[in-house]
C-alpha cells in the first residue's frame, strides 16, 4: 500500500528539520538516523516496540533495522515481515512506479532436478521492447548457465546479480530431463519502465462470455508520468468487455505483489457490484497517527470508497476467477478482501502473502537524506472490518502452473484453464497433475524475480 502520502510527509520532514536549509549536503550518518527514529517513532505501526535509547552510531542500514518489531513464528506472531529501507530515495520511488535498471525478464528459479543442487531459471514474463525481448527471450524460456557457468544452489546468487552485461545459455525440459543447448543470449540491463497491464482477451464458451487480463503490479501512470495512463487502459478494456457483455472475469494477478491503493481501488471499482458509497477498506494506524489524523482530516482518513465507473461490469458479472500464487501480494490481496463482502471470489493457484499491512514511503532529499524508507504502518480491513488473511488467501482450488509454461492466454497454462473449468464447466485443455507432483514443483521452486521487485511483498502503498 504506497501511501504516496507526500504532502504529510513533506509536512513532517519539515517539521523535524525545520532549521535546515533546503538542498543541503548530504547528512552523516547520526543526522540521517536522528531523521529515521523520528519518522518511525510517528508513523510505524508497532512504534510502542521502538525503543526509547537509539543507537546512533549504527550505519543508517543497522539502525533502521534495529528499530523494527520484526516477526518470529513464536516469540513475534504479530510482527513486521515488510518494512525496508532503500539507500537510495530516488531509486525506491522509481521502483515503485514502476521504473528500475533490468533486463526485462522476469524469471523464477527452480531446482532440477528436484532434489539436487542444480538451479534453472524459468522466464515467468518479458517487457516489450526490453533488452530481454530483444535479445529474443520470450515466456516460458528456460536458462540453466550464465556466463559460462551452470548455475547452482552456491553460485546463482553471484551469477545473476549483475547490473552488467550477461550470456544466457538455454536449456530444454523432454520427458523429465534438462537438456542444455547451444544457443546462447546475451542481455545488459538498462532503466526501463514497465507498464504492468500486460495483456487482455475474452473467450465465448457457451453461454459464457470471458474476460481475461493479466496485471503485474498496481501502478497508475509511468514514473513521474502524473496522467494516469495505466489506470486508464484499464479502464478502456474493461469499457470492451462491457461492450461485448463479458458475465465472468478472469483476472490473472500471480506475479503481482503489490502497488498502489488507488489503482487497487480503481481495478476493484471495475469489477464490483458496487457504489461509489460502499467501502473498499478501513485503514487502522498507531495511536498517535490516528489521533492527529482525526483532527486534521476527519472520520474519511480511515477509509477508502470505491470508485463510480462508468466501465463498471459488476451488475452482469455471474463469476470472478482471481489467478493467485506465492508471489501474490499486498495491494493484490487488498483487492481480494475488499470485493469478498460483495461478490464471491474465486481464487485458483497457489496460497499468497499474506500482506494485510500497508506503508508510506518517506523521503527528505531536499534537506540531505539520502535513504528512503518504506515502514509499515497501517493495517487494512474490508467492509466487513475483517483482515483475517495476514498468513495468505488459500486457493478454493489448488493448482500449480509447472516448469512448462505457456503463452498468456493459452488455455493449456494449468491456471487459466482450472478457472475456465470453473466458470463453464467444461475443459477446454487441461493438464491435470497429481497432488504428489504439485508438491514436489512447490518445494523445488527457490525464488523469483517477481518477489523482489519493488520490494516484492513489501508492495502495498497509498496515494
Not at 24 to 32: H, I, L, R, S, V
Not at 70 to 87: C, H, I, L, N, V
Not at 233 to 244: E, G, N, V, Y
Amino acid at each position: 500500500m504506497k501511501l504516496r502520502l507526500f504532502l504529510p510527509i513533506a509536512f513532517l520532514a519539515a517539521f523535524v528539520f525545520s532549521c535546515k536549509e533546503k538542498n543541503a549536503d548530504p547528512k552523516n550518518d547520526t543526522e540521517t538516523n536522528q531523521w529515521i527514529y523520528s519518522n518511525m517513532k510517528y508513523w510505524y505501526y508497532w512504534t510502542d516496540h521502538i525503543t526509547a535509547s537509539p543507537d546512533y552510531n549504527k550505519t543508517p542500514s543497522d539502525f533502521f533495522n534495529s528499530l523494527l518489531y520484526k516477526y518470529d513464528a513464536t516469540a513475534r506472531p504479530d510482527g513486521d515481515r515488510f518494512s525496508w529501507m532503500q539507500e537510495s530515495a530516488k531509486e525506491l520511488e522509481a521502483s515503485l512506479g514502476g521504473e528500475s535498471k533490468t533486463t526485462g525478464m522476469e524469471y523464477k528459479l527452480v531446482y532440477f532436478p528436484a532434489n539436487t543442487s542444480n538451479v534453472v531459471g524459468i522466464v515467468l514474463y518479458v517487457i516489450p521492447g526490453s533488452p530481454a525481448a530483444q535479445a529474443g527471450f520470450m515466456r516460458g524460456d528456460m536458462f540453466s548457465s550464465v556466463n559460462g557457468q551452470k548455475m547452482t544452489d552456491s553460485n546463482y546468487a553471484k551469477l545473476l546479480n549483475t547490473q552488467e552485461k550477461a550470456t544466457y545459455t538455454l536449456a530444454d525440459i523432454k520427458d523429465g530431463t534438462l537438456k542444455e543447448t547451444t544457443t546462447t543470449r546475451d542481455v545488459t540491463p538498462i532503466v526501463l519502465q514497465e507498464d504492468p497491464v500486460f495483456f487482455d482477451t475474452t473467450y465465448t464458451i457457451g453461454a459464457s462470455k470471458i474476460g481475461y487480463v493479466v496485471y503485474h503490479q498496481f501502478i497508475p501512470e509511468p514514473f513521474q508520468g502524473n496522467n494516469g495512463a495505466y489506470d486508464k487502459k484499464l479502464d478502456a478494456i474493461f469499457a470492451r468487455f462491457k461492450s461485448s457483455n463479458v458475465n465472468a472475469l478472469v483476472l490473472d494477478l500471480r506475479y503481482n505483489p503489490g502497488g498502489y491503493v488507488s489503482s487497487a481501488t480503481n481495478l476493484s471499482s471495475l469489477i464490483g457490484k458496487v457504489t461509489a458509497n460502499d467501502i473498499f477498506y478501513y485503514k487502522e494506524y498507531n495511536k498517535q497517527v490516528t489521533e492527529t489524523s482525526l483532527k486534521k482530516y476527519g472520520e474519511s482518513y480511515f477509509y477508502d470508497k470505491f470508485k463510480a465507473k462508468s466501465e463498471n461490469i459488476g451488475a452482469n458479472l455471474k463469476n470472478l476467477v482471481v489467478l493467485v500464487s506465492s508471489r501474490t501480494a499486498s495491494a493484490s490481496e487488498l483487492l481480494i478482501n475488499g470485493l469478498k463482502p460483495f461478490m464471491t471470489v474465486t481464487l485458483v493457484g497457489g496460497k499468497t502473502v499474506g500482506k494485510n499491512v500497508g506503508s508510506v514511503t518517506l523521503s527528505d532529499e531536499k534537506n540531505g537524506i539520502e535513504v528512503g524508507l518504506q515502514p509499515i504502518v497501517s493495517k487494512s480491513l474490508n467492509k466487513d472490518k475483517k483482515s483475517d488473511y495476514h498468513v495468505g488467501f488459500e486457493p478454493d482450488v489448488k493448482v500449480s502452473e509447472g516448469n512448462i509454461l505457456y503463452p498468456y492466454g493459452d488455455p493449456r497454462d494449468p491456471l487459466l484453464g482450472e478457472a475456465l473449468f470453473q466458470i463453464t464447466g467444461t475443459h477446454v485443455t487441461r493438464q491435470g497433475r497429481s497432488a504428489r507432483v504439485l508438491q514436489e514443483e512447490e518445494r523445488a521452486e527457490l525464488s523469483s524475480t517477481v518477489s523482489h521487485k519493488a520490494g516484492g511483498s513489501n508492495m502495498f502503498f497509498d496515494r
